[in-house]
């Protein structure tokens, strides 16, 4: 009977251990979210400054860079906006239910701006989306 006892509790403390780890990142995520968000809304407000990013000119919000990976950046924050060059046109829209997407020729290749939707944050502006919005604006971008 001990034994079974003690099968028990081992049982339960692995799956609270899971939990307690979905948790903590579930949180971190929210966090996350909740500080893009919050730069997004700030960003909206910033003037614009134009940047070369592979060969391109682009207008994008004051203080704010393109990373190696085309995720548009704000005080060491990288948030959830991306930019891609790709000569494949039907790579182009492949649009995904937290994504809107925008594209542009450029030469000869195809350059996308995607905007994410926030997946944990519940209440929030959906400033991600309008920033992408208007970089897309600024920039000539075609809404796919």
């Known amino acids: ?15 609270s251990c899971s939990y307690i780890n979905y ?3 579930y949180t971190a995520k929210t966090k996350n979210e909740g500080r893009q968000d919050k730069i997004g809304r ?11 990013w592979n060969e391109m000119e682009l207008i994008v919000p004051e203080n704010t860079t393109i990373d ?3 995720r548009l950046n704000y005080n060491n924050q990288e948030l959830e906006i ?3 060059k790709t ?17 542009k ?10 905007g994410y939707r926030y997946d944990n944050l ?16 600024e920039n000539n971008f075609t809404k796919c």
């Open 42 to 52: 700030e960003l909206l407000e910033k003037n614009t400054q134009k940047i070369v």
């Open 23 to 25: 948790v903590k990142q």
């Open 82 to 84: 991306e930019f891609k």
């Open 105 to 114: 020729k450029y030469n000869e290749d195809y350059v996308t701006l995607g």
């Open 122 to 137: 519940k209440y929030h502006s959906d400033s991600n989306l309008k920033l992408a919005k208007k970089i897309a604006k």
């Open 68 to 70: 190696t990976n085309g």
């Open 1 to 15: 009977m001990k034994k079974i006892i003690l099968f028990i509790c081992i049982l339960i403390e692995v799956s």
């Open 87 to 103: 000569n494949n046109r039907e790579e182009l829209c492949r649009n995904k239910s937290y994504k809107i997407q925008w594209f």
